[in-house]
């Protein structure tokens, strides 16, 4: 069994959802929003999203880390905001020794919903579902357990790609 942590970052709200797989069976362990204030300086708002991905990380004890990647955004400031967001997430995780990958929307959405172009209620709704939850999670967190839920279903064929570039066999039984 394994315990993935999803982030969705974000300068205002930084989703988190934590997983458990065993085999293809999928558990719901926890999710949550990391809320700043937007009238704060960047900085401030930085250092809460650090520190509570750091908390996220000594309560629940996630074995790896699912990432989402930057989208192009049209707003040229709020792609800096977030990309600051994504890095201090990226941190957390790296400074609490959590192997991470990134993935993108289209992959997260792929995974969960069977089509990369999903809409967010499609993946919320489908979130609920996968993981049996009695209602909708919020957006964030719902878009983190999303990446959570990819993760956890695309780490064996990661492990076999990176596997095959270093040259060593694996076998993969179920």
């Given at each position: 069994m394994i315990r993935v942590l999803g982030v969705d970052p974000g300068s205002r709200f930084t989703g988190w959802g934590i997983v458990e797989m065993d085999k293809n069976r999928l558990r719901h362990v926890a999710h949550g929003v990391i809320?700043?204030?937007s009238g704060d300086p960047?900085?401030?708002r930085l250092s809460v999203i650090h520190k509570g991905l750091l908390g996220v990380v000594a309560e629940f004890s996630p074995q790896e880390a699912g990432v989402e990647q930057i989208f192009s955004a049209k707003n040229t400031l709020s792609a800096l905001k977030l990309g600051h967001a994504r890095g201090v997430a990226l941190l957390a995780l790296?400074?609490?020794s959590v192997p991470i990958t990134e993935y993108t929307a289209l992959q997260v959405k792929s995974a969960v919903v069977g089509y990369g172009k999903a809409a967010k209620e499609q993946v919320q709704e489908m979130v609920k579902r996968l993981l049996s939850l009695p209602?909708?999670?919020p957006e964030d967190g719902a878009d983190a357990l999303a990446?959570?839920?990819c993760h956890g279903?695309?780490?064996s064929t990661n492990a076999a790609i990176l596997a095959s570039?270093?040259?060593v066999k694996m076998e993969f039984r179920r």
């Open positions: 809320s700043t204030k960047l900085p401030a790296e400074e609490s209602e909708v999670p990446v959570a839920i279903r695309t780490r570039r270093a040259g």
